[in-house]
């Protein structure tokens, strides 16, 4: 899997966690806990590029 398309993925994994956090009262944290994890996986990518 090329750098683009794993990028291309965890931002829609992000944007499917953001929906979840206000889908899924009962699991709120948890989706906010997965979003910054995957938020924190983008932004070692990019900082592998510069």
Do not use: G, T
Not at 3 to 20: G, P, Y
């Amino acid at each position: 899997m090329q750098k683009e398309e794993f990028r291309k993925h965890l931002d829609q994994l992000i944007a499917q966690s953001v929906m979840n956090q206000s889908s899924d009262p009962m699991h709120r944290s948890d989706w906010i806990k997965i979003r910054e994890s995957l938020q924190d996986a983008l932004n070692a990518l990019n900082e592998l590029d510069s």
